[in-house]
């Protein structure tokens, strides 16, 4: 790999992971050898990125929540933006609509965030998505849950948050994803990368798109950075 590339802002569900969200082993190594700082950007609870970070042996540098929470280990850095009580009135309107979120009583998929709420895609969404509006709030569809968030939020955000205190250039920054919370990252970043099972709205954003798909494709994207720096 290059020692000029510049850093990395990478998804964690379909891009770092296979068809069935399990973390692919090869893409541990690739992280771990990133010779400029590595952001973690995803729509899971902040406790998920920063363990994979933790266990990565690398500094947390991670957006959660879709922009929602911003770590930096290394600067002693913590933002947390949204409106967690309009998304938790969402989800109390929805159930009482007769839905439910999907994810069981104890509902580990919510227990840890702050700004948001998510509901399993297979829960209806036209429902969801008018009782969001209500109260001020939007429904992303990530492909792997619809969340409920500020409409101010978003991962482009938090990565131009993180560059901001890391001192980094987003023009030299690379970011890698598959979903539509992605394509905020795609706009702000100097090259952005779609895995070929992104849908087409983020392969149309992305300025190159992998063949392969899932972890393959992001492992595509890293041979095609080191081939075009």
Known sequence: MPGDVGPLAVDIDGTLTDQNRALDARTLDVLRAWPAPVVVATGKAMPYPVALCEFLGIDSAVIAENGGVVVIEQADFLSV??????????????????????????DLINRWRETERAVSRDQPLEPLEAIAADHGLVVVDTGFAYHVKSPDVSKGQGLETIATQMTFALGDTVAIGDSRNDVSMF???????????????????????????????????????????
């Open 81 to 106: 933006h949204g409106n967690p009580d309009a998304a938790a009135a969402v989800l109390a309107d929805y159930r009482e609509a007769g839905h439910d979120s999907g994810w069981g009583t104890v």
């Open 187 to 229: 706009e702000a970043v100097g090259t952005s990368i779609a895995v070929g099972n992104a849908p087409e709205s983020v392969r149309a954003a992305a300025d190159y798109v992998t063949e392969a798909t899932y972890a393959d494709g992001f492992l595509e994207a890293i041979e095609w950075v080191g081939t075009t720096d």
